[in-house]
């Protein structure tokens, strides 16, 4: 669906983006995760033709559009980081004023924000001004107007950044309804466990460059890579740990009272196998479990290390 | 079938009628024509009064027209550049110039847009002040065709004034300093053009074709508009300027009306040099708006 080859984008000698590419599938809903000042918001802005590339090229679907053009951006729908919205303008008046720039008819305009004020839960507000909406209101206005074209992809810069917990949950659900419905969705953000739950895919960036991107099982897998084990035992310690140290592919990270905290890089059943043995060396074994892959972590490994 | 107007114009001029600035604007502006008029009434009474009787009031009264007309003109080349200067700029303080940006309208037709509501708004304020202009008009005894021209020729500078606001606004990321822009650029339009006959005439020189770049000076423009209207002859005839002073293409445009219509098509060639321009820094597609941005980066933080 998107396609971004070798996206490059310098500032003087500055790189922003660093020959970049990335593939979001169609129907996918992308996250695309990276610290301040990553690159993430000059990536999107040059996919929506509101910055110059220095190199490479996007393309949506299979047409041959240019970046900028109008066939291009009416394919896109864009919420940005930050926004403002106009005074004395009511909300129909304000999703008016953006279908017909781009060439909608009013009446078709006027059914169509029925149906997304009702999909943003704003129908009430629609007689309302929008200076007079709160952040979250606008954020989810400014989703029902980026919708308002019938875009086949959906991005959103950070949407959640300045939302109350009730907010971001109520945009959660929203994104995860519109993924329902089929759209493409491309969303930013600083943290990955509030996109680990909804995506597909996801995308880590750093410094202008993609550190990895793929499905997010894989990439749970990738985090899992040594995968951290806790193990509980109610006999002696001493044993275990000595046991521990001769195993192959195990590290002893730390011992408590009456548990331990291995990581294994071996296979599932090489864990299994070492279950087994410390069953027969005669440990009382109470607890035995596996931390999830831990995405934070990974992300803070990627992010961080190469500073 | 409908009239599809700009989008951009429906909405700022929804958006200025809901505002209490359009009401005082037309409050201001008919005060000033209203105090005008009765100001130029009290000094031709007290001069008809002290004239003797042979005077005829009617005669006087003629000049009220150019009177209001020019003060009209003033308050529009005042007011359209400030109108105009902080639409693209105070899109951007809003922060709504970027969704403006990713939709269809292409830079022209937002540049467009823009121009229109401001002139758009000004017309409000005019037609507002018409009765008071058709007193005079009437009263003075003009033909229609001259209100109609006059009307057609302070759209056309109001378009003019427009294209210049708008064009400072899209090189500026503040308003106040489009509004300053955009008086440097009147400046420069009004002053400069007066300055090869100055120099010229400082030195003692023939004007040569000097005249010429007053074709670009609406000021010269309106003055050669009220000098036909008010006495049928023209700043550039043989009375006016002696023939063999000016060089070959002046003489050539020492008739009023030719002058006047090669003079409005140099002033709207402005109009739309001014437009593409601001339409070409608005492209995020060429570098300029890139560059923009990054003053402002480094501004914000
Ligand atoms: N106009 C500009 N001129 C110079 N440098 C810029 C400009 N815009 C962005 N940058 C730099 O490019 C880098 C990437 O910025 P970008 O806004 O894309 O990051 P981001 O991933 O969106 O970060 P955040 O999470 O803070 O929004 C930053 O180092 C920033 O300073
Ligand atoms: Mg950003």
Known sequence: MLYINNLTKNYGKFTAVDNLSLHVPEGDLFGFVGPNGAGKTTTIRIVCGLLKASGGTVQIGDTKAAVGSKEMKRMIGYVPDFFGVYDNLKVKEYMDMYGSMYGMLSSDIAKLTDDLLELVNLTDKKEFYVDTLSRGMKQRLCVARALLHNPKLLILDEPNSGLDPRARVEMKELLKNLHSMGKTIVISSHILSELSEMCDSIGIMNKGKLITAGRIENIMQQAAGGKKIHVRVASEMEPVVRMMKEEAGVVVDSVRENELIITHSGTEEAVCELIGRMIQNKVLLTGFYQEEGNLESLFMQLTGGKN | ?301
């Open chain 2, 1 to 301: 079938m409908k009239i599809r107007l700009n989008p951009i114009v429906r909405k700022d001029l929804q958006v200025a009628a809901r505002s209490m600035k359009l009401s005082w604007g037309v409050f201001l502006y008919d005060l000033v024509l209203v105090l005008t008029f009765l100001l130029a009434m009290a000094i031709i009474q007290s001069e008809v009064g002290s004239v003797y009787s042979r005077d005829n009031i009617y005669s006087y009264l003629v000049y009220l027209f150019p009177v209001l007309a020019i003060v009209q003109i003033g308050i529009v080349a005042l007011i359209v550049p400030i109108i105009t200067s902080s639409s693209i700029s105070g899109e951007k303080e809003r922060q709504t110039f970027d969704i403006m940006l990713t939709t269809c309208l292409s830079p022209l037709r937002i540049v467009w847009g823009k121009v229109l509501s401001g002139v758009l708004r000004i017309l409000f304020y005019v037609v507002a002040g018409m009765p008071i202009l058709a007193i005079s008009f009437v009263v003075g005894g003009m033909s229609w065709a001259n209100l109609f021209y006059y009307l057609v020729a302070l759209t056309l500078f109001a378009i003019f004034s427009g294209s210049i606001g708008v064009m400072c606004s899209a090189m500026s990321r503040r308003s106040i300093t489009a509004v300053i822009r955009s008086f440097v650029v009147y400046f420069v339009i009004y002053g400069l053009t007066f300055l090869p006959s100055l120099i010229r005439m400082i030195y003692g020189m023939d004007a040569g074709e000097s005249f010429l770049f007053y074709l670009f000076n609406p000021g010269v423009f309106f003055e050669e508009f009220f000098m036909q209207i008010m006495t049928g002859q023209s700043l550039f005839d043989g009375n006016n300027i002696s023939s063999s002073d000016v060089g070959f293409f002046t003489g050539l445009l020492s008739n009023g009306t030719l002058w006047m219509f090669i003079s409005g098509a140099c002033i709207i060639l402005m109009t739309v040099v001014f437009l593409l321009v601001a339409a070409w820094m608005i492209n995020p597609m060429h570098s300029y708006a890139g560059r923009k941005r990054r003053k402002k980066k480094k501004g914000t933080e």
